[in-house]
């Protein structure tokens, strides 16, 4: 089923001539993992902000869940997708953890009673609920983001969008919260949409778009799109370890049966060619 | 035998106010020329020890030979600043602390500070430059119209321009794309191979892998190892210890031969001497 | 990693003021400081003085930790205190040189300033001491409650009050940060006359500045994203109840404001 619909959408800054996004069309399916990458500067986070609402396209139509994205639907939009940035430290609103999972349901005029539960549940889905009184200063930008994703997973919404929101941590804390969304995105069936530059973030996804010079240069599953060398490197996100492996293995005269495998079906075919 | 760039004995610090030493008994030599990669999770003192090497705090015990200049608890102020005519530091998000109105006279306030005259000042702006990549007429640019990647660029100018023998780096590919990443890393490599010696701050093991001779791995102000990368990913132990991640050619050498593939060398350190491992491995298969 | 003792930072244990409701706490504080025009007298100064000292006891926090707090601010008292003397007239004469003077007025007004100074800035330690920064903002979102009626934007304000106190230590790592990284430039913060340390002060503030507007353009998506909407009304999260416990530091108030009058209608 069809989730976010988008139909020729077409965005530009007022005081700007160059498109920011230029007819983009694309459908996002329910419970489905989108990773959108593209070079710095070439619309992807301008996609992101206006599936949410942050921004109001030049022309075109963004519809989520048969609602259209509006000036009068924004409540509705913002409550139902859940955005989290990329700046641990800048999307902290509260003085405590609880505080700041409390904000978005002050928003939504959620009463005092069911805030309480609705926090206690959503620091428990992150792994934060002994950090409950903690104050921001003394929380690693991990965990911080483990809190802003908890502020938005108070709000019970059905899409969660991610600008670039593990790239200022460190690998083991990215790879632990990767792994939380992996399990939030199956308990809950979430919509994932994912900006990233990162190749194991993207390799998560079932399906990529490729955003290049305002247009969708390329959409597909991760076999088309991570096999497909030339057009990563062009947009300058590099090519999966998994990829780089089966070329040396390639031009070394090792002949591999399909074009693209993930780096856990090579490990595999490796392990039984050597055994 | 290469010179020590930096030698460290019996180091401890403890920052004001706090109970806890944040760096102790720390005794290490970093050699001239030398690519050094330090490694350990946030708040293993990785930071701490980088700035006493700039001399930007002073030790509490112990001494610090850097680029010759001794440094120990009793060091006057004066005296440590001179560290810095030797010892360049590009700290994490280095785009972070540009002020300057052109992105000239933000890489000439190294260099001036340093007292050198306007001649020596220009020429090493475009000195700097041009070892970022940058092109010469950005100078009259602000630095705050650039975008993120050419910021941090100007950044690291600014310190290179200071001309260091020695040059520290806090995760200086933190927030880059590949590409960048790449291209930072490999003008890294050029400066190291021009005889600065590196000092790197990192978290992805993959760079320590393919750059560092010489890695030094902390955990709670205590330095754990010192030693070859190549040393340090084979000790699967020490590296649990350390809650640190193998880089993936190392990776996968390992899943192989826990899976009964019999490879030489268990320690690739890049994907082509993996795929060569592999590939070797297979040709002796097909001989049995 | 942050248990440095600075003048006004929270002190994380437990005692009988750190568990009272801060409303009550920041008008005790309010009062007492109100408290302190009105001492005349020697018996007065130390029935206010014991006061203070009856509450430093109760919170739990060593005499020496709000000294440290306070030392920074010491000088400032002391240059505040020495030009009183020097530059006040009145009584009897002690010394003179130029418009300098030494007199007996000029003493006793130094004294009372340098009893008021020590005296307020301690009392809102012990304040800051015992109650954590937001709390103090949401008992002075309860202060400010009846200018609502005033069509002051109260929620508005409140709010604004709480962000910028909740980024204070966030830009002050971020001070420090910057500085350090000019330092390792070759900049010499504590070189120079006054016009080159004033020079220096802009490679810190311009990317304080710069950093700060991002700071708050971000936030204020982030903000929008999570649904926030300045005119539309909220519940809140955190609400205060008054306890038994503190009526009774009410009533502790009362006594000192009464034993205060006393002595003065007395002696």
């Given at each position: ?275 | 035998m290469a010179k020590s760039a930096v030698t460290i ?19 290490l030599t970093i050699k001239e020329q030398e690519f050094v990669a330090i ?11 980088v700035?006493?090497i700039d001399g ?8 610090l030979n850097v680029a010759g200049l001794k440094i ?10 001179k560290v810095h005519h030797r010892v360049g530091f590009v700290?994490?998000?280095p ?12 890489i000439?306030?190294g260099p001036?500070?340093l007292?050198w005259?306007?001649?020596q000042i220009?020429k090493s702006v475009d000195d700097a430059l041009k070892m970022v990549g940058l ?18 660029r100007?950044?690291i100018a600014g310190v290179l321009a200071m001309k260091p023998q020695i040059l520290i780096l806090d995760?200086p590919t ?8 790449n291209e930072l890393l490999k003008l890294i490599k050029q400066l190291n191979n021009k005889a600065t010696t590196v000092i790197m701050v990192t978290?992805?093991?993959?760079q320590v892998?393919r750059y560092a001779d010489h890695v030094i ?11 070859t990368p ?59 | ?183 390792a430039r070759g ?81």
């Amino acid at each position: 089923m069809t989730q976010i619909k988008i139909r020729n959408l077409t965005f530009k800054y007022p005081d700007s001539k160059s498109l920011v996004l230029d007819n983009i069309n694309l459908d996002i399916k329910a419970s489905s993992w989108t990773a959108i990458i593209g070079h710095n500067g070439s619309g992807k986070s301008t996609l992101a902000r206006l599936i949410d609402g942050l921004l109001m396209p030049t022309s075109g139509l963004i519809e989520v869940d048969g609602m259209k994205v509006d000036e009068n639907t924004l409540g509705i939009i913002h409550q139902q997708i859940g955005f989290v940035f990329q700046n641990p430290e800048n999307q902290f609103v509260g003085a405590t953890v609880a505080d700041d999972v409390a904000f978005g349901l002050e928003n939504r005029q959620i009463s005092r009673l069911e805030m309480e539960d609705r926090i206690n549940s959503a620091l428990a889905m992150v792994g934060m609920t002994k950090y409950k009184n903690v104050e921001p200063i003394n929380l690693s930008g991990g965990q911080k983001q483990r809190v802003a994703l908890a502020g938005v997973l108070a709000l019970m919404p059905k899409v969660i969008i991610l600008d670039e929101a593990t790239s200022m941590l460190d690998p083991r804390a990215r790879q632990e919260i990767l792994t939380l969304l992996k399990k939030l995105k199956k308990e809950y069936n979430l919509s994932i949409i994912s900006i990233t530059h990162d190749l194991n973030e993207i390799e998560l996804a079932d399906k990529i778009v490729v955003i290049n010079d305002a247009k969708i240069a390329k959409q597909g599953s991760p076999a088309e799109i991570l096999g497909d060398k030339e057009l990563l490197l062009k947009i300058g996100v590099g090519i999966p370890a998994s990829q780089q492996l089966q070329s040396l293995l390639v031009e070394r005269g090792v002949t591999i049966p399909q074009k693209y495998l993930s780096l856990e079906e090579l490990k595999n075919w490796l392990s039984q060619q050597l055994q | 035998m290469a010179k020590s760039a930096v030698t460290i004995k019996d180091l401890h610090y403890k920052y004001p106010n706090t109970t806890s030493e944040a760096l102790s008994d720390i005794s290490l030599t970093i050699k001239e020329q030398e690519f050094v990669a330090i490694v350990g999770q946030t708040g293993s003192g990785k930071s701490t020890l980088v700035s006493l090497i700039d001399g930007l705090i002073k030790p509490e015990k112990g001494d610090l030979n850097v680029a010759g200049l001794k440094i120990n608890a009793t060091t006057k102020a004066e005296d440590l600043s001179k560290v810095h005519h030797r010892v360049g530091f590009v700290f994490q998000f280095p785009e972070q602390q540009l002020f300057a109105e052109t992105v000239e006279e933000d890489i000439a306030f190294g260099p001036r500070n340093l007292g050198w005259t306007a001649g020596q000042i220009k020429k090493s702006v475009d000195d700097a430059l041009k070892m970022v990549g940058l092109p010469v007429a950005l100078k009259t640019h602000s630095p705050f119209a650039l975008s993120g990647g050419q910021m941090r660029r100007v950044a690291i100018a600014g310190v290179l321009a200071m001309k260091p023998q020695i040059l520290i780096l806090d995760e200086p590919t933190a927030g880059l794309d590949t590409q960048a990443t790449n291209e930072l890393l490999k003008l890294i490599k050029q400066l190291n191979n021009k005889a600065t010696t590196v000092i790197m701050v990192t978290h992805q093991m993959e760079q320590v892998a393919r750059y560092a001779d010489h890695v030094i791995a902390m955990s709670e102000g205590k330095v754990i190892a010192d030693t070859t990368p190549r040393h340090l990913f084979s000790d699967s132990q020490q590296l649990a210890k350390l809650s640190l991640t193998l880089p993936i050619s190392v990776d996968i050498a390992q899943f192989l031969r826990k899976h009964d593939a019999k490879l030489e060398n268990t320690e690739p350190l890049t994907l082509d001497s993996l795929a060569d491992e592999i590939v070797k491995a297979m040709r002796s298969k097909e001989n049995e | 990693m942050n248990n440095k003792i600075v003048f006004g930072s929270y002190v994380p244990v437990k005692s009988i003021l750190h568990r009272l409701d801060p409303r009550i706490k920041l008008i005790m504080c309010i009062v007492y400081v109100i408290l302190i025009f009105f001492v005349n007298d020697w018996l007065t100064a130390l029935w206010l003085l014991a006061a203070l000292f009856l509450a430093i006891k109760l919170s739990n926090v060593a005499l020496k930790q709000y000294w440290q707090g306070i030392k920074p601010l010491f000088l400032i008292i002391l240059i505040t205190v020495a030009f009183q003397i020097l530059f006040s007239s009145g009584g009897k004469m002690y010394w003179h040189w130029g418009i300098m003077a030494i007199t007996q007025d000029g003493l006793i007004n130094s004294l009372i300033i340098l009893y008021r100074f020590i005296i307020i800035i301690t009392a809102s330690t012990v304040l800051t001491a015992t109650t954590q920064t937001f709390q103090i903002a949401d008992a002075l979102a309860w202060l400010m409650k009846p200018l609502k009626v005033v069509k002051v934007p109260v929620n508005q304000i409140t709010l604004m009050l709480s962000i910028a106190l909740r980024f204070v230590p966030t830009i002050m790592d971020e001070t420090t940060k910057i500085m350090k990284a000019q330092r390792a430039r070759g900049i010499n913060f504590n070189s120079g006359n006054i016009l080159t340390r004033i020079q220096h002060l802009v490679p810190i503030l311009i990317p304080l500045f710069v950093n700060s507007f991002k700071r708050a353009e971000e936030l204020a998506t982030a903000m929008e994203a999570r649904g926030y909407d300045p005119n539309a009304p909220r519940t809140h999260y955190r609400q205060l109840t008054w306890h038994t416990y503190d009526i009774w530091a009410a009533l502790g108030l009362g006594i000192v404001i009464i034993g205060l009058l006393w002595i003065r209608i007395i002696f």
